[in-house]
Nanobody, 121 residues
Framework: QVQLVESGGGLVQAGGSLRLSCAAS????????MGWYRQAPGKQRELVATITTKGDSTNYADSVKGRFTIPRDNAKNMVYLQMNSLKPEETAVYYC??????????????WGQGTQVTVSS
């Protein structure tokens, strides 16, 4: 099992910045990638950014490119989401996700409990 704990959410004005943190613990072997997703009220959960375990590949939603980054610290089992120039429409619960990939090709996904980000206009 993998436990993920997010922190760093809160209230910020439009144009401001926040840094989310995700601490991973438990059985961390075979984790292939980690990422951030968000879900606004009444909407589906959507991908924000992902990064491979090696940190050699990142992927961003088009809407956040150039404003968000997803650094990670493997030594501390942490992944972050640096969010700049935030917009009110980005108000949502932000979730951390870890994906394990096994030799068979099977995958398992683990989610954190989420952290609320509210961007005021």
């Amino acid at each position: 099992q993998v436990q993920l704990v997010e922190s760093g959410g809160g209230l910020v004005q439009a144009g401001g910045s926040l840094r989310l943190s995700c601490a991973a613990s438990g059985s961390l072997f075979s984790i292939n990638a980690m990422g951030w997703y968000r879900q606004a009220p009444g909407k589906q959960r959507e991908l924000v950014a992902t990064i491979t375990t090696k940190g050699d590949s990142t992927n961003y939603a088009d809407s956040v490119k150039g404003r968000f980054t997803i650094p990670r610290d493997n030594a501390k089992n942490m992944v972050y989401l640096q969010m700049n120039s935030l917009k009110p429409e980005e108000t949502a619960v932000y979730y951390c996700k870890a994906v394990k990939k096994y030799g068979s090709g099977c995958t398992s996904a683990y989610w954190g409990q989420g952290t609320q980000v509210t961007v005021s206009s």
